[in-house]
């Protein structure tokens, strides 16, 4: 059964930081395209940043160059290092893991942390 479980939201005023973790079982994050999501109150989810196979990440344009997607393989965990942070970036964030075992392609998500920023 894969589990993946956020922590490290909260509040924080502009041009904080913060630093979430997702800690995975069930599925290795070192064969995963691992990702973060988030998604603010009325508007749909959207990827904020993948990593890929090696150390291949992508950003979403509003983020690049704040925030940083990062895994321990050793310990089975991704984190989103978020700098500079904006009140535009108030959200849910979720973990995502997708994987493949033969033919069969797996989508998971964790239960999400709330980021708010304001001040």
């Known amino acids: 059964q894969v589990q993946l479980v956020e922590s490290g939201g909260g509040l924080v005023q502009p041009g904080g930081s913060l630093r979430l973790s997702c800690a995975a079982s069930?599925?290795?994050?070192?064969?995963?395209?691992m990702g973060w999501y988030r998604q603010a109150q009325g508007k749909q989810r959207e990827l904020v940043a993948n990593?890929?196979?090696?150390?291949?990440?992508t950003y979403s344009d509003s983020v690049k160059g704040r925030f940083t997607i990062s895994r321990d393989n050793a310990k089975n965990m991704v984190y989103l290092q978020m700098d500079s942070l904006k009140p535009e970036d108030t959200a849910v964030y979720y973990c995502n893991a997708k994987w493949a075992s033969g033919a069969v392609l797996y989508d998971n998500w964790g239960q999400g942390t709330q980021v708010t920023v304001s001040s």
């Open positions: 069930g599925v290795i994050v070192s064969s995963s395209v």
């Open positions: 990593i890929k196979a090696r150390i291949l990440t």
